[in-house]
Antibody, heavy 118, light 108 residues
Framework: QVQLVQSGAEVKKPGSSVKVSCKASGGSITNFAMSWVRQAPGQGLEWMGRIIPMLGLTYYAQKFQGRVTITADKSTSTAYMELSSLRLEDTAVYFC???????????WGQGTLVTVSS | EIVLTQSPGALSLSPGERATLSCRASQALGGTYLAWFQQKPGQAPRLLIYDTSSRATGIPDRFSGSGSGTDFTLTISRLEPEDFAVYYCQQYGSFFYTFGQGTKLEIK
């Protein structure tokens, strides 16, 4: 059973960037799709985008296009999500999730709290 | 981008009752690419149903999914105390996935 282990909580200033990592322990990411989903305090789930490492393809939700970059290192089974030009409303828990190339997000990381505060 | 609208926003029921949650898509999904998730406070979501009606590993058979086109339903036949949580639908029929806004299932 794969375990997705995310990097720790971050506190950032408005206008800065944050990069969150997600390492697959006990499994690979190469033949899967790695998605990033965020959840603002008391709010619902918001899909941000995904990467298919084997194909090098990325897809981003329109809302985050131009501000988010999702990458993957197949050699270390680690996915990354970088969000730039941070705003106060980007404060949220950011989850990574693994799924089939066409399929739901099956395995989830524990979440990383990103707080944007001046 | 496909928009998913869940109803009701909140549902208040008692253990033992039947719960019916709805998810409507803004356009017909390609295939049966609709999933349901359960989320409890402080936890990551857990996959319950995929491909509209297939139960994920370890999910009890009181959970069932149905639907096609633009209208999908999650049914919990007899509510257990541990079923009270927030439920989300997710579509993966396009390159760009989306979630519904969630239905909160509360104990009456």
């Amino acid at each position: 059973q794969v375990q997705l282990v995310q990097s720790g909580a971050e506190v950032k200033k408005p206008g800065s960037s944050v990069k969150v990592s997600c390492k697959a322990s006990g499994g690979s990411i190469t033949n899967f799709a790695m998605s990033w989903v965020r959840q603002a305090p008391g709010q619902g789930l918001e899909w941000m985008g995904r990467i298919i490492p084997m194909l090098g393809l990325t897809y981003y939700a329109q809302k985050f296009q131009g501000r988010v970059t999702i990458t993957a290192d197949k050699s270390t089974s680690t996915a990354y999500m970088e969000l730039s030009s941070l705003r106060l409303e980007d404060t949220a828990v950011y989850f990574c999730a693994r799924g089939l190339r066409v399929g739901p997000t099956l395995d989830w990381g524990q979440g990383t709290l990103v707080t944007v505060s001046s | 981008e496909i928009v998913l609208t869940q109803s009701p926003g909140a549902l208040s029921l008692s253990p033992g009752e039947r719960a019916t949650l709805s998810c409507r898509a803004s356009q017909a999904l390609g295939g049966t690419y609709l999933a349901w998730f359960q989320q409890k406070p402080g936890q990551a979501p857990r996959l319950l149903i995929y491909d509209t009606s297939s139960r994920a590993t370890g999910i009890p058979d009181r959970f069932s999914g149905s639907g096609s086109g633009t209208d999908f339903t999650l049914t919990i036949s007899r509510l257990e105390p541990e079923d009270f949580a927030v439920y989300y639908c997710q579509q993966y029929g396009s390159f760009f996935y989306t979630f519904g806004q969630g239905t909160k299932l509360e104990i009456k």
